[in-house]
């Protein structure tokens, strides 16, 4: 019996909207228009790309039509497209926005309202003249924004204008559907010469393009150009003349453009036994079980992933490996090549729109099946996947910050259920939760490092009572580090140093009234930066000049209070002047490969420290590191935030495993005012159990994971009085909600102004929602996100936050 062909469809659009639309499916598009399928289709007054998430053969003559099916394939399974709509329900988001965080967004597109002169000669004068004039100057048909920019002001309503007596017409320019693939340049052979007396006489003298001949027809008639000149040394010349005479051709291949081909590190020979072991218990996984390879830093993670995944690629499936930061990318691809060659793909933020299109294209036809990435690797369209690993589980850039507000953790072992993968997740700091859910995640552990190195002694230094270098100013250094520094330099030793706060100051102060420079768009005092000299907001973007004055007392002079990364390597350039200083924070890293290549340098040798925020703190393998400094551990100690200690113990723990890699050993000094907190203490004797027990105790009362579930309910608007009033609103419809849907199973706390009150311009209040068993927050939080009066009155936003990982 055949399959009944589909008349309508429903398309996912890209929008904060929660439904599908519906549209009706060409006949000549209808083996094309199947869920998980990118389709074009009109919205109003252009045309989007969309994601069919649904067909039917109800017919219904009102439905505008489907435009365009690029694709042979459907980009998205069936289990990707469960997975997508998973994530709305979970984190109450709609389904379009769900699919747009999967895709690359060089596959949704964009279509474009263009202008275009029909009559000057009927166009009025005034705005109108002046509209007419930039489109004649430009030549040709204008984008509207394009030509709204040229003339300063918006032409929206001049554009209708000319549109209703004919002078101009607006065309819709349909949505790219994404860049074409990359493309190679190859050169293959047209005439079969095989004797050597044929050869003898077609090239005579030309011994040179015989050479090229006889090795292109050892490579099967056919290779690619730069590989004949940049790899083999044949001249470009050379190839030319072959070319010419008529024996070859030029042509092109498609090709997949990856900025990490070639990086391969070649595996260590032989696992430990705890590494064997570990290997055998992920083996014994069962499809869709989870394991917590619980390690302690320099344990050898990487390599028993590796190994767990061999036999599954072995047997043609396909695996992901998820990686927190950029910075780690690089260095896990090499490893990861080494053992897998040019069977990985990469997927990352630092990738072009046209490299990650690539990489997802040979990804989904199955030409590379391990793909190491960040959180959005997660969405990879894998055929046959067998595994999924979350390296470096508990760190919070797993967790989306804008909707959908997914953690990748959570989506690898979701799935991971979905489609039968066995889930790794490695750390040697486990997330709290991940910690308590043994009864559902099999601890693997590995208690010990491998032979090369040994877990460093940590010292915590008392910043209240330690001696300091009295010509450091403002930077908290101490003689202890001073002189383990100068030890290591001494020894041709490499060092790096922490500091979780970038910039060269935290704040300007006037000394005589006290005022801080505010950043005009957020409370929050404005950072110093030296390099380039200015006043920078780190949550908006906002930029002043360095005051003269003081705005506020006129005073001439300001001082600069608290220290970051940019003092911290300006006082070791004074102190050390001899040694090589390179900085790693957000603001050395902003263009394109420079965490590659400040790593790369430090790998080399080229730099003896190394000064950075906590990018510097994870995952990073220097065997010749010997020192680590923690300038000041005190820094997200006593934030407002319930997971500040935990966040303390992780980061310390981490950055101290940095030491120590080679043989040489390591120290690690951690700088604080509070030597006695049970986290920092807990990191010094690395002792994970110690930290984990306390917290989930001190966790217990008031409750707060892993205790219970937690939803962070945000009301922002640019009135502080009607957010205050909104919040109100909000606490009181959500606690009615509850007492009549779910009486005692969820509790709402709130509401309160956010510890960061004002962020770009915008006003913050918080509600809370904590229940023991998270089934009820779903239901709660799905029926608020489509009903809450107060997020149906702009300008006021509402944004719901499950299993948030800062309240701030």
Sequence with gaps: MSKPVPSACAVALPLPVAHAYRYAVP?????????????????????????????SVETDDTLRPVLLAPDDAPLLSPALLALAQWMARYYAAPIGLALRAMLPAALWGRSRLVARLVSADDAPGGLSRAVVDALRALGGPADVQRLARRLGRPVWDVLQRLVRVGAVALDVVPPDVGPAPGSERTVKLTRALPSLLEREREFGRAGRQREVYDTLDALGGEADLRHLTQQLGYSSTVVRALVERGVAVYGTREALRDPFAGD????????????????DAIGCLSGGGAAALFGVTGSGKTLVYLEALRPDIARGNGAILLVPEIALTPQTVARVRGVFGDRVAVLHSALSDAERADAWRAIAAGKRSVVVGARSAVFAPVPRLAAIVVDEEHDSSYKNGETPRYHARDMALRRGRLEGARVVLGSATPALETWSARDRVTIVELPERTAAGRLPGVRLVDLRTAPRIPESGPVPWTRDLDEAIERGLARGEQGMLLLNRRGFAQFIQCPACGEVTQCPACSISLTLHRVPEALRCHYCGHRAPVPDQCPRCGHATARSRGVGTQSVERWLSERFPGARIARMDADTTSTRWSHRRILDAFARGDTDLLVGTQMIAKGLDFPRVTVVGVVDADTALHLPDFRAAERT???????????????????????????????LRAAAAHDYRAFAAREIETRRSPPYPPHVGLVNVTISGATESAVSRAA????????GLIATRAPGAVSVIGPAPAPLARIKRRWRWHVLLKAPERRWLGRVVRYAAARLP???????????????VSLL
């Design 728 to 735: 109100g609103e909000t606490a009181d419809w959500l606690a």
């Design 27 to 55: 006949t000549a598009l209808a083996d094309r228009v199947v869920r998980g399928a990118r389709v074009v289709v009109p919205i109003r007054t252009r045309e989007m790309v969309g994601v069919v998430v649904d067909v």
């Design 649 to 679: 113990f992780q980061l310390i723990a981490q950055v101290a495993g940095r030491a120590g890699r080679g043989p040489a050993g390591g120290e690690v000094l951690v700088q604080t005012y509070r030597p006695d907190h049970y986290a």
């Design 264 to 279: 391969a590190t070649p595996p260590p020979a032989q696992l430990t036994p705890a590494q064997s072991r570990a290997v």
């Design 790 to 804: 107060v997020g149906r009155r702009p300008p006021l936003r509402v944004t719901f936050d499950r299993d948030p």
